[in-house]
């Protein structure tokens, strides 16, 4: 039996062609021909089962057959913020396994001690993507350019707001606990520091915009760890 290939097609209800890329992978990797089946996801909660009607070296057509809506997997809203680290590839494998876990919007911080100034979304879009497809997930999430710490905590997120750091001088608590503790439909906003971890200002500067002071566990860890064992507390917290 052959399996079914997903193809991410922003709009797919209102659209009859396959995005460049994704047609040329249709059509010229995985051979896909007139009559044979596709699934499309539009990234905005749906599934759609298509039969492709025209394909070419460069285009591929279809016809929608069936429209899935799709169920969300958790409650609430979940927004990781986190400075990205100096080699990129670990922040690329983070969104690719905070993909597959489950999340709905990254932003990306420039803080004090950061190591990275710039980071190009467009391929970390196309890594979301990728990890969507690969997970089955019927929502793509948001990914936002680099934002500096000050405008970002700054901003009304109007959800229930988070710094992780590792000042023992300041009172924490651990994020799994506080996360139990709200109801799954909760929205959350969780905010990871850089390698060197936020500075002092910073934490103190988020505290006095409603974020409450968290640890993520007993171990120490790097940047990325941090990022994906934040979007699994939220996740196991949402689906208890």
């Known amino acids: ?28 990797v995985l051979r896909l021909g007139t009559g044979d089946e596709l699934m499309l996801m539009d990234g905005q909660g749906c599934f759609y089962r298509a039969e492709v009607t025209v394909a070419s070296n460069h285009h591929c057509m279809y016809a929608i ?19 990205p ?3 990129i590839d670990r922040i690329e494998w983070m969104i690719e396994k905070a ?20 980071v190009k979304t467009e391929r970390l879009d196309k890594i ?18 680099m934002t500096s710490f000050k405008d970002f905590i700054t901003a009304d997120r109007g959800s229930d707001k988070y710094i ?7 009172e ?13 439909t909760e ?15 910073e934490v103190k500067e988020a505290l006095a915009q409603g974020y409450h002071s968290v640890h993520l566990g007993t171990s120490r860890l790097r940047t990325e760890t941090a990022g994906l064992a934040a979007v699994m507390m939220a996740q196991l917290s949402k689906n208890e």
């Open 187 to 201: 929205d959350v906003t969780i905010l990871i520091g850089p390698e060197g971890d936020f500075s002092m200002d």
């Open 65 to 83: 057959q069936e429209t899935m809506p799709q169920e969300r997997p958790w409650q609430g809203h979940i927004h990781l913020a986190i400075a």
């Open 99 to 118: 993909v597959e876990i489950g999340i709905d919007e990254i932003t990306f911080l420039d803080c004090k001690f950061s190591e990275r100034k710039v």
């Open 128 to 145: 979301a993507v990728s990890a969507m497809k690969q997970s089955r997930k019927a929502w793509k999430p948001v990914l936002h350019e």
């Open 172 to 184: 924490r608590t651990f994020l799994f606990d506080e996360l139990k503790a709200l109801a799954a």
């Open 1 to 28: 039996m052959k399996e079914t290939r997903y193809f991410y097609v922003p709009d797919a209800a209102h659209l009859q062609e396959l995005p460049s890329d994704e047609a040329s992978h249709a059509v010229r």
């Open 85 to 87: 680290t100096k080699l």
């Open 164 to 170: 992780a750091h590792c000042y023992e001088e300041v």
